[in-house]
């Protein structure tokens, strides 16, 4: 069950677009002809999309919760902007997409989590890898699953804001099958946001075999879009992939 319209409007406290984000997105989108074309998945509330796209970046934004979607909407944008968002799923993409158009696709706040079957999360890094333009760059943003290797429950990094905390955790359960719990922490007041909801606790070594095995020359980890190299205790992993 999921009261995602619990999170709507928190969404940006929580998930801030960062100068170090924005630096490194900037940074990547100048590496193609302009202008770069950018795929976000599991776009939220589209806060990254709209700064992107001000920087003339050709952003495609999809997202399967309809809150999420129509407060992407809702956000100001010119007609001079190249922004369109979608309500769609990974399942869908590669069907609906242009083959070879994208030159980044992102995933971050660990909304690949989602994508809850070993063979659905294989299908992913193929699909990227078809959207991809040649050269393209796939970049995934999650918690560091690995730090929790063997625990059958796993309580995830809190995200806070002046206004709210958002808490949550991961449990295996006894078919094997994780899922997530997380709230709203406001003042005491606890709001439901997913309710056993199921997830892929992906880690780095899959993802450095799903994405070898999808034709990924390299994969790169770091702890952030500060550039950091990832270590193993690490709260967070920033892969990229080409």
Do not use: W
């Amino acid at each position: 069950m999921e009261s995602i319209k619990n999170l709507v409007e928190y969404y940006d406290e929580l998930h801030p677009v960062t100068l170090a984000q924005q630096t490194f997105y900037e940074t990547m989108t100048q590496q193609f002809p302009h202008p770069a074309k950018l795929l976000s998945i599991g776009c939220g509330t589209g806060a990254l999309c709209h700064r992107l796209a001000k920087d003339a970046v050709d952003v495609t934004g999809l997202e399967t919760q309809r809150e999420l979607l129509e407060s992407a909407n809702l956000k100001y944008r010119s007609q001079l902007m190249a922004l369109r968002f979608f309500q769609m799923s990974t399942l869908e993409m590669a069907r609906f997409l242009g083959k070879k158009f994208y030159n980044i696709i992102s995933c971050i706040n660990n909304r690949v989590i989602f994508i809850h079957d070993k063979t659905l999360m294989k299908k992913f890094f193929f699909d990227c890898k078809e959207l991809l333009s040649d050269g393209g760059k796939v970049v995934l943003k999650l918690f560091n699953f690995e730090k929790y290797a063997g625990s059958d429950k796993i309580t995830l990094p809190e995200l806070s804001s002046v206004r709210v905390s958002y808490k949550g955790a991961i449990t295996r359960q006894a078919d094997g099958i994780y899922r997530l719990d997380s709230f709203l922490d406001k003042g005491g007041k606890t709001i439901p946001v997913y309710e056993h909801a199921s997830v892929y606790p992906l880690t780095k070594k899959e993802i450095e075999g799903f994405s070898k095995e999808a034709g990924f020359r390299s994969a790169q980890f770091f702890s952030g879009f500060d550039g950091l190299s990832a270590e193993s205790g690490s709260d967070y992993i920033l892969a990229v992939l080409n």
